[in-house]
C-alpha cells in the first residue's frame, strides 16, 4: 500500500534551514568582489555593489561607487534586510526548533515581508542607476547579483509558510491524524 501525505512536524527544521539559506546568499551577493555587473564584450568593465574597476591584462582602475547616494542606499538597504533577516532566523529557531511557539510564526513572516521590501527596491534601484551612470555597451548581470534575487524569493516564501503555519498548529505538534493526499489499496 502506498500513502502519500504532508508531514508538517518536518517543516520545524526545514523552514528555518531555508531562512540559512537565504542568509548565505544575502551575504555572497553583499560580499561578492567579482562584481554584480561586467560588460560583455572584452571584460574590461565590471562592479559590484561596492565599486567599479576599468581596465585590461590585470591592471585595474578601480572607483568606489559609495560616492553615488543611490550605491549608499542600495548597500544600506541590503545590509539592514541581511540584518533583519538574521533576527527572523534567530527568532524561527526558538519558535520551531527549541519548542513550538506559534504566536512567534506572524512576526517572523512580518519580519520577512520587510526584507522582501528593502532588498526588491534594492536589486531594482541598482540595474537602473547603473544603466543610467554608464552609456557604452550592454552588460549581464552576474551570479552575485542573482544571489540578491534568491535571498529575495526565499524570503518571500518563508513569509507565506510563516503567515500559513499558525493554521496547522495541530498538525505541527503531531496531534492532528494524518491527512492522506493519496492512497492505493
Known amino acids: 500500500m502506498f500513502r502519500c501525505g504532508i508531514a508538517y512536524p518536518r517543516c520545524r527544521w526545514i523552514v528555518p534551514l531555508l531562512l540559512l539559506f537565504a ?4 551575504i555572497i551577493a553583499i560580499a561578492a568582489t ?3 555587473v561586467e ?4 571584460k574590461s568593465h565590471y562592479a559590484s555593489m561596492w565599486d567599479q574597476c576599468r581596465g585590461r591584462n590585470g591592471e585595474w582602475d578601480c572607483k568606489s561607487l559609495m560616492e ?3 550605491a549608499q542606499a542600495v548597500a544600506a538597504l541590503m545590509i539592514i534586510g541581511l540584518l533583519i533577516l538574521i533576527v527572523a532566523f534567530i527568532i524561527s ?4 526548533c527549541c519548542s513550538l511557539n506559534i504566536s512567534l510564526l506572524p512576526v517572523i513572516g512580518a519580519l520577512l515581508i520587510v526584507v522582501v521590501v528593502l532588498q526588491i527596491i534594492a536589486l531594482i534601484i541598482y540595474p537602473v542607476k547603473f544603466n543610467e551612470m554608464i552609456f557604452e555597451g550592454n552588460y549581464f548581470y552576474t551570479w552575485a547579483y542573482g ?12 513569509a507565506v509558510l510563516f503567515c500559513c503555519l499558525p493554521r496547522y ?3 505541527l505538534t503531531g496531534m492532528a491524524k494524518t491527512k492522506y493526499i493519496y492512497t492505493s489499496a
Do not use: R
Request: charged fraction near 20%; proline fraction near 0%; hydrophobic fraction near 45%.
Open 68 to 70: 553615488h547616494s543611490w
Open 93 to 96: 529557531c526558538m519558535a520551531l
Open 23 to 26: 542568509i548565505i546568499f544575502d
Open 34 to 36: 567579482s562584481g554584480w
Open 169 to 171: 498548529e495541530d498538525e
Open 147 to 158: 544571489f540578491g534575487w534568491g535571498a529575495t524569493i526565499l524570503c518571500i516564501g518563508c
Open 39 to 42: 560588460d560583455e564584450d572584452a
